[in-house]
């Protein structure tokens, strides 16, 4: 008995061919160039005739509330835009109706490891419309109740603590006098008189960082200003026509291929018919 076991039949028949797959795209390189050639110059034509966007960025600083609160304000602006309720978001940021049809959009990003600042991009068509529209963007932040009443609020406290520190300098500064005047007398003292001198300038300097920080309250403020695009954003033509390019060469070889496959069909449907 032979258990020699049969070694597995390979089928011919199921391998692909490339050199055949390279020959029917080749007889059917019309139909290839035919639809590269509408699909690419067909997206050439549309990104060209699409309105321009140009797209501005600025920074804003938020010190008395935070990137994501300003945020979710800011994001009310879109919703409207969004919902194209163009008198109503001209009244709420003050401007005419003319710069809030040529915005595109309004959109905010946070910077990653930073705390105050937030970025806002404006998409526009006018980029001269960019400098106003970030400009009306920061007054109404800053005329928000809630984002008022905070400031209010933080302006107050470090004006409270400014007026204790201012007192207790004063305090200090006559309790030196009288230091002095018992060191004038030759009374005995019981610790070091320059300490109160070194206590003296810690308050100081308080003072001086409290008033600094007092400074910086003045509600949402633009830090890094837009800069006025020359080039558009979007449309994107190289892009636009490249992506079109490459997918319209994609499907010209399908259709070829499927072409192909028709005309094989239809002759051995043809032959087969021919011998019966």
């Known amino acids: 008995m032979n258990d020699k076991p049969k070694e597995p039949r390979y089928d011919y028949d199921d391998e692909i061919d490339l050199y055949e797959l390279w020959l029917k795209i080749t007889k059917r390189w019309k139909l290839i160039l035919i639809v590269v050639l509408i699909v690419t110059l067909s997206a050439l034509i549309i990104s060209l005739n699409m309105?321009?966007?140009?797209?501005?960025?600025?920074?804003?600083?938020?010190?008395?509330?935070?990137?994501?609160?300003?945020?979710?304000?800011?994001?009310?602006?879109?919703?409207?835009?969004g919902e194209q309720r163009v008198e109503e978001l001209a009244d709420i940021l003050k401007v005419p109706v003319s710069l809030i049809e040529n915005t595109v959009k309004i959109s905010t990003r946070e910077i990653r490891g930073v705390q105050v600042v937030l970025e806002v991009d404006l998409e526009v068509y006018d980029p001269k419309i960019i400098p106003p529209m970030a400009s009306a963007i920061v007054s109404y932040l800053n005329s928000e109740p809630y984002i008022k009443e905070r400031l209010e609020k933080e302006r107050e406290l470090v004006l409270n603590k400014i007026r204790e520190t201012r007192s207790t300098i004063k305090t200090l500064i006559q309790a030196k006098k009288t230091i002095n005047r018992f060191i004038k007398q030759g009374k005995e003292l019981y610790f070091n008189p320059t300490e109160i001198d070194e206590i003296i300038k810690k308050y100081k300097d308080e003072e001086i960082s409290l008033?600094?920080?007092?400074?910086?309250?003045?509600?949402?403020?633009?830090?890094?200003?837009?800069?006025v695009p020359k080039e558009p954003y979007k449309?994107?033509?190289?892009?636009?026509?490249?992506?079109?390019?490459?997918s319209s060469l994609f499907l010209g070889i399908f259709l070829a291929l499927c072409s192909e496959w028709l005309s094989e069909s239809r002759r051995r449907y043809e032959n087969r018919g021919e011998r019966t």
Do not use: N, Q
């Not at 938020?62 to 919703?79: A, D, G, S």
């Not at 994107?236 to 490459?246: D, G």
């Open 211 to 227: 008033k600094y920080k007092l400074s910086l309250l003045k509600g949402i403020e633009i830090s890094v200003d837009p800069v």
């Open 51 to 81: 309105k321009p966007v140009y797209k501005g960025t600025f920074v804003i600083r938020t010190p008395v509330v935070t990137p994501k609160e300003v945020k979710k304000h800011i994001e009310k602006l879109e919703v409207l835009k």
């Open 235 to 246: 449309p994107k033509v190289k892009l636009i026509t490249t992506v079109a390019f490459l």
